[in-house]
């Protein structure tokens, strides 16, 4: 039997036209596919990588200072502050802040009415007690066959929308930009012993 379009009903499960439709030979159907972000991929306009000493404990992180090209600035949709690799440390949790373009970032730089603060991590850490190895982080990824879940001490990456900060600057005219970190005790002092990363990125989206 044959729809409007002049299809059958067999033609019509299989067409592009339709959300529902599989797409042979992966089991993806067409819905799947109307965000690159769902496939793991994302358009990036620019790019800057930091790398960091991943097994030195930061207090501050002070990236170079990066120019950022003008179509850039004035065409990007979003803007992000990466953290790549962060390590799992047997300690009480921790507080990560990040800001842009404030070199002497530290414990007293206000957040609230700051134009150039971004924002925070918030890492739930702890004690770690178990027989050798158990504590220990993960080597490298796991195989892509494997479907068993990721130890919860495997590095993970964090995220923070830098866009509006990135708006504030370049409205006030700067085209250069620095990110820096503060790495925060529970009680507010410099934690000296709890974030490792193996790098900081800023990234800017089409």
């Known amino acids: 039997m044959s729809g409007e379009s002049g299809l059958s009903d067999a033609e019509v499960s299989r067409s592009p036209d339709n959300p529902d439709a599989i797409l042979p030979p992966w089991n993806f159907i067409v819905e799947d596919t ?6 793991g991929y994302e358009y990036v306009m620019a ?3 930091f790398p960091a000493a991943n097994t030195v404990p930061l207090q501050r992180f002070r990236s170079a200072d990066t120019k950022i090209h003008p179509r850039v600035l004035e065409t990007h949709s979003r803007a992000e502050i990466r953290l790549h690799a962060v390590q799992y440390v ?3 949790g921790f507080y990560i802040r990040a800001f842009l373009n404030t070199p002497d970032a530290g414990i007293a730089t206000p957040t609230k009415g700051n134009p150039n603060y971004v924002g925070q991590v918030n890492m739930f850490t702890g004690s770690c007690i178990g027989g050798p190895g158990h504590c220990d982080v993960p080597s490298g990824p796991a195989d892509k ?3 068993r879940p990721r130890p919860h001490k495997t590095p993970s990456g964090f995220r923070l929308d830098a866009t509006e900060a990135v708006g504030r600057l370049s409205a006030a005219g700067t085209n250069e930009f620095q990110v820096n970190l503060v790495v925060l005790d529970l009680d507010g002092s410099l934690a000296s012993d709890a974030l490792k990363l193996d790098a900081v990125s800023l990234k800017f989206f089409d």
């Open 34 to 39: 109307f965000s690159i972000a769902s496939l």
């Open 90 to 92: 047997a300690r009480p």
């Open 145 to 147: 066959f494997d479907l």
């Open 47 to 49: 790019a800057h990588v």
